[in-house]
Nanobody, 119 residues
């Protein structure tokens, strides 16, 4: 079974940076689309950034100029580089792996990692 382990969250001051990591238990990136989501208290979970099995990326408009999603196939790890952080970025960030085609439909979530932006 595929499982995801997140790390890198913590407390950072406004304007600071963090890099989140999501390590997969096996090499899945040739088959899965990967993404980062976040959920703040009292709000709906929202997409932050995604990367397809082919390597193309997409971002929510509010994050496109500050956040970058990337992957290291050799380490089976997805990253989210977050720069110029704002208090409204405070949320639990979740890693997600997804397959949706005629042969398989799979969704896997990480446990989430807390990001707090505060002075």
């Amino acid at each position: 079974q595929v499982h995801l382990v997140e790390s890198g969250g913590g407390l950072v001051q406004p304007g600071g940076s963090l890099r989140l990591s999501c390590a997969a238990s096996e090499n899945i990136f040739s088959r899965y689309a990967m993404a980062w989501y976040r959920q703040a208290p009292g709000k709906q979970r929202e997409l932050v950034a995604g990367i397809t099995s082919g390597g193309s990326t997409n971002y929510a408009d509010s994050m496109k100029d500050r956040f970058t999603i990337s992957r290291d196939n050799g380490k089976n790890t997805i990253y989210l580089q977050m720069n110029s952080l704002k208090p409204e970025d405070t949320a639990v960030y979740y890693c997600h792996a997804h397959i949706n085609n005629t042969h398989a439909k799979v969704n896997v979530w990480g446990q989430g990692t807390q990001v707090t932006v505060s002075s």
